[in-house]
């Protein structure tokens, strides 16, 4: 082999080595660089979204959505229905005041009291649904100042013309399994809207757990790593092919 091809070589592989080293150097940077931005994202992330917990949960604070909270598990395993789910209200309650997604499970009891004019705007039922055995007799107690009625959508019951001050009661016996939507005439319109469930009633579908979505970031983490990995094994490839094919 002659001096001048020896030195071609050399050279070659010098500068193989060289831009190699750069490669691995860039595509390591950018992938730390990616992973670092994954990582401050997330951290933004969850900041929020505890915050808006916290907002959340001073929001809900109080006797009425405690008592939601705590009968929650009770009720999504009660009977009625067949399927797992929350009770499926229609979509009836979705404007309704103080409700929180889930019906108060008050199973087992013959005897259940809602307040009328609850909330800071005295505009509300609570609970705002609650789910009862067959024969339970329900009382509404007027809690607030305003004047409120309970009537019944499907005239089921009614108490008749809008009432003020506290203490007022009026109450039912539900001997029918079904759901007994109401409302209050002077302020339907306000969200002040309620459900009774009894006994079995329909039930929505459990929610199914969703995979957790891949990231930007981490996209872009597998790809600089991919392309670091693929230039080493190139080095190496010249090291091992060109290496020690010169001499001094």
């Known amino acids: 082999m002659s001096t001048d091809e020896r030195m071609d070589r050399r050279d070659f592989l010098r500068k193989t080595g060289f831009f190699g080293a750069i490669g691995v150097s860039v595509t390591t940077g950018s992938a730390a660089a990616q992973e670092t931005d994954s990582t401050d994202t997330g951290t933004e992330s969850e900041g929020t979204d ?8 001073t929001e809900s ?3 009425e959505s405690g008592t939601e909270s705590a009968g929650n598990g009770t009720d999504e395993s009660s009977s009625g229905g067949g399927a797992t789910g929350p009770i499926d209200f229609g979509g009836f309650l979705d404007s309704a005041n103080g409700y929180s997604g889930s019906a108060t499970d008050k199973t087992g009891t013959k005897e259940v009291k809602i307040e009328v004019g609850t909330g800071s705007e005295e505009m509300g039922f609570s609970p705002a649904a609650v789910h009862i055995d067959p024969g339970t007799k329900v009382i509404w107690e007027w809690v607030g100042s305003k004047a409120h009625n309970v009537v019944s959508n499907d005239d089921a019951f009614d108490s008749g013309s809008a009432e003020a001050g506290s203490g007022v009661t009026f109450e039912h016996t539900f001997e029918e399994a079904g759901i007994y939507n109401y409302h209050c005439v002077p302020h339907e319109g306000s969200g002040m809207i309620a459900s009774v469930a009894v006994g079995e009633v329909p039930r929505k579908e459990p929610t199914t757990p969703q995979p957790p979505a891949v990231t930007k970031g981490t996209k872009n983490l597998g790809v600089a790593t991919f392309a670091t990995m693929a230039s080493t094994l ?15």
């Open 61 to 63: 604070a109080g006797t």
């Open 50 to 57: 505890s915050s808006g917990t916290e907002s959340g949960g």
């Open 234 to 248: 190139g080095l190496a490839y010249f090291f091992l092919r060109y290496g020690g094919d010169y001499e001094q």
